[in-house]
């Protein structure tokens, strides 16, 4: 093999692989004793946070002037994310229940 196939073979191999994406990450915060655990979380756009409600009461996360999470009683429920940004949400059933999400370009 010549020195020019050989860069060659190792250029398309280095595309190859910048071309595969970040792998996206399921998060889970517990909810349980009226209390989101961890209450702050760092993720990537493109992550899921998944909320398992371990107490027998519903709840949700929910912000402000934007979307919210139904979490029933003993389930799950997730949430794609899909921009940079800070995430301050809220249980609109138990407003002393604060947690915080900061999402990162992948």
Known sequence: MDATCALSAVMVVML??????????????????????????????GDTIEWVNRDILAHTATVKSGPEVMIPAKKTARLMLQKAEAIDYYCRFHPNMKGRITVSAP
């Open 16 to 45: 190859a692989t910048a071309a595969v994406p970040a792998r996206a990450e399921t998060i889970q915060v517990m909810v349980d004793k009226l209390v989101f655990v961890p209450a702050e979380v760092n993720a990537k756009v």
